[in-house]
């Protein structure tokens, strides 16, 4: 997080410098995994998942990249609490609140449309050269939902079209979980059973188990959370951090 890359990426979303927050890494991580593959410049297809006010689908339209924008039914949204709690996107109001690509650029490169991570519509099947989700699948109800969805994900996908993910990361037990509910988290043996699975279907899978040994490594934010150096945080009775993987569909 020190490095110039991220720093770079920080600045470009509107953040600012030497801010120690998970989600400024999720997002990071997103853009900079996607920037390095080729996919952020005209030409690209992509696809993001719960995309609600997170700045990455007009960063990447800045990139020249379309993208399908999608998040949930506001309906089923507001059930969830997404839309009090402002985490929720109601079409183009919400993606763009940090003026990071031109409004008609982001009409022009951008299609909302609303969807359902635990039934993803077969339409869109096998159109995109890159998807995403941001700390999206750990909301879908259960660790299995979560994993189904990143496998069903994976048939959006172009051969050979990369998804990036990050999502909620158990750093306190590898047996005891929050498994189901609005928020569960992933333990190390449920990523594993997601990299195998994945393996096992053809993809290829990068992941870094590292966990960090710098100071703000060392400081869980309690609730009620300050947000100021928030790299671990505790959820119920578990240090949480965020975990990112990296997929490349099967030629």
């Given at each position: 997080?020190r490095s110039e890359t991220f720093q770079y990426w920080t600045?470009?979303?509107?953040?600012?410098?030497?801010?120690?927050?998970?989600?400024?890494?999720?997002?990071?991580?997103?853009?900079?995994?996607?920037?390095?593959?080729?996919?952020?410049?005209?030409?690209?297809?992509?696809?993001?998942?719960?995309?609600?006010?997170?700045?990455?689908?007009?960063?990447?339209?800045?990139?020249g990249a379309s993208i399908v924008a999608t998040d949930l039914?506001?309906?089923?949204?507001?059930?969830?609490?997404?839309?009090?709690?402002?985490?929720?996107?109601?079409?183009?109001?919400?993606?763009?609140?940090?003026?990071?690509?031109?409004?008609?650029?982001?009409?022009?490169?951008?299609?909302?449309?609303?969807?359902?991570?635990?039934?993803?519509?077969?339409?869109?099947?096998?159109?995109?050269?890159?998807?995403?989700?941001?700390?999206?699948?750990?909301?879908?109800?259960?660790?299995?939902?979560?994993?189904?969805?990143?496998?069903n994900a994976m048939h959006c996908l172009k051969p050979g079209?990369?998804?990036?993910?990050?999502?909620?990361?158990?750093?306190?037990?590898?047996?005891?979980?929050?498994?189901?509910?609005?928020?569960?988290?992933?333990?190390?043996?449920?990523?594993?059973?997601?990299?195998?699975?994945?393996?096992?279907?053809?993809?290829?899978?990068?992941?870094?188990?590292?966990?960090?040994?710098?100071?703000?490594?060392?400081?869980?934010?309690?609730?009620?959370?300050?947000?100021?150096?928030?790299?671990?945080?505790?959820?119920?009775?578990?240090?949480?951090?965020?975990?990112?993987?990296?997929?490349?569909?099967?030629?």
């Amino acid at each position: 997080m020190r490095s110039e890359t991220f720093q770079y990426w920080t600045v470009r979303m509107g953040d600012r410098p030497g801010h120690m927050h998970r989600k400024i890494w999720e997002w990071a991580f997103i853009v900079q995994a996607l920037k390095e593959r080729g996919m952020l410049q005209a030409g690209q297809l992509g696809l993001g998942f719960a995309v609600g006010t997170e700045p990455l689908t007009a960063l990447f339209a800045a990139h020249g990249a379309s993208i399908v924008a999608t998040d949930l039914f506001t309906e089923e949204a507001q059930a969830k609490g997404w839309v009090e709690s402002t985490q929720h996107a109601n079409g183009f109001e919400a993606i763009n609140q940090r003026n990071l690509c031109d409004e008609k650029e982001l009409h022009r490169l951008v299609e909302f449309k609303f969807a359902d991570m635990n039934n993803i519509s077969e339409e869109l099947h096998g159109k995109f050269d890159f998807l995403w989700s941001s700390c999206a699948f750990e909301h879908l109800g259960s660790i299995e939902h979560g994993k189904n969805f990143v496998y069903n994900a994976m048939h959006c996908l172009k051969p050979g079209g990369f998804a990036i993910h990050t999502t909620e990361f158990n750093l306190s037990s590898d047996e005891d979980t929050v498994d189901s509910g609005a928020t569960v988290l992933f333990r190390k043996r449920d990523i594993q059973e997601i990299i195998n699975t994945l393996q096992a279907q053809g993809h290829q899978i990068a992941i870094d188990w590292d966990e960090g040994d710098g100071y703000a490594d060392g400081h869980v934010d309690l609730a009620p959370y300050i947000q100021d150096t928030h790299l671990r945080l505790q959820i119920e009775k578990y240090v949480v951090t965020s975990i990112g993987l990296i997929v490349q569909k099967a030629l």
